[in-house]
């Protein structure tokens, strides 16, 4: 890694949200690819996980680097996220009940967003009965995107999915799911359509999942 992505890496742990996206745009002023920048911001929050679980920061530091991320997107956001050309259809996303982490589920809304669909995001902490009414609210939606980022909200995942899958319409939706402890095997079990690992796999299996890819 190049000594700028180290020192962005370093500022976004730090939570340094002011500092961020000047260091963002200077990498890509730079020459440093956009994917990279967001890979390295990535990669910083695995380490801001690591210490939060070796008990070295608590929850306000996880949740300032957070914001520092999120800072960090934004000047990244019109690169990764050109404008679609197509219009896909309707995907309704958001992160499951007691679950507040929206930074991954934020990423793949924007990346199912670049490839033409729009998205309605429901945010986070999502009532299962909210995925429900947004899809009566907009019946034209072909996909349900469904993050889970903690063990502990798995549960919830599996209890939306279940719920979803006993509506009438289930037939004229896909379900997808993702985050950090779901795994496609899970995903099979609940009864989604598709699991995917991270934000630029979830666009490409959602024009799959509507015969576009
Ligand atoms: Co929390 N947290 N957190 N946290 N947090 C984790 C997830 C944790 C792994 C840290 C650790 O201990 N190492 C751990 C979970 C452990 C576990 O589940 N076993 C954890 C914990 C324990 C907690 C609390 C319980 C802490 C506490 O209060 N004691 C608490 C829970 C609150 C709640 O949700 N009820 C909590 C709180 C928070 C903050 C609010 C402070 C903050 C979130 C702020 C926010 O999101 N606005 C926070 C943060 C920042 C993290 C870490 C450090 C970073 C999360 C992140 O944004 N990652 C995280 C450690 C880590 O992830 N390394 C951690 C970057 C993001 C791009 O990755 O979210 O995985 P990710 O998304 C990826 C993929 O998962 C995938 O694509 C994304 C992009 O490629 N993906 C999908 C996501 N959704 C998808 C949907 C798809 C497909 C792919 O299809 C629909």
């Known amino acids: 890694m190049s000594a700028m992505l180290d020192e962005l890496a370093a500022k976004v742990a730090a939570g340094k949200a002011k500092i961020v996206p000047g260091l963002v745009q200077e990498a890509l002023d730079a020459g440093e690819k956009p994917v990279d920048c ?5 990669g910083a929050m695995d380490v801001v996980g690591e210490r939060f ?10 949740l300032i ?33 007691g679950d507040l982490h929206d930074i991954g589920k934020n990423l793949v809304a924007m990346m199912i967003e670049s490839a033409g669909f729009e998205v309605i995001d429901l945010g986070v902490d999502v009532p299962h009965e909210r995925f429900v009414e947004a899809y009566k609210e907009n019946p034209d939606t072909k996909i349900m995107a469904l993050s889970a980022l903690l063990t502990t909200t798995m549960p919830a995942l599996r209890d939306a999915v279940a719920l979803l899958n006993a509506q009438d319409f289930r037939g004229n939706i896909k379900i997808m799911v993702g985050g950090a402890p779901i795994t496609a095997e899970f995903a099979k079990e609940i009864g989604a359509d598709a699991y ?18």
Do not use: H, Q, R
């Not at 679980?53 to 996880?62: A, Q, T």
């Not at 995917?196 to 890819?213: P, R």
């Open 38 to 42: 967001l890979n390295t911001m990535i």
């Open 53 to 62: 679980k070796n008990n070295e920061i608590f929850v306000p530091e996880m």
């Open 65 to 97: 680097a957070a914001k520092a991320m999120k800072k960090g997107v934004e000047v990244l956001k019109p690169l990764l996220a050109e404008e679609g050309t197509t219009n896909a259809g309707k995907v309704i996303i958001g992160t499951v009940a």
């Open 196 to 213: 995917t690992e991270d934000a630029a796999s979830a666009a490409a299996k959602a024009k799959e999942l509507v015969g576009l890819a």
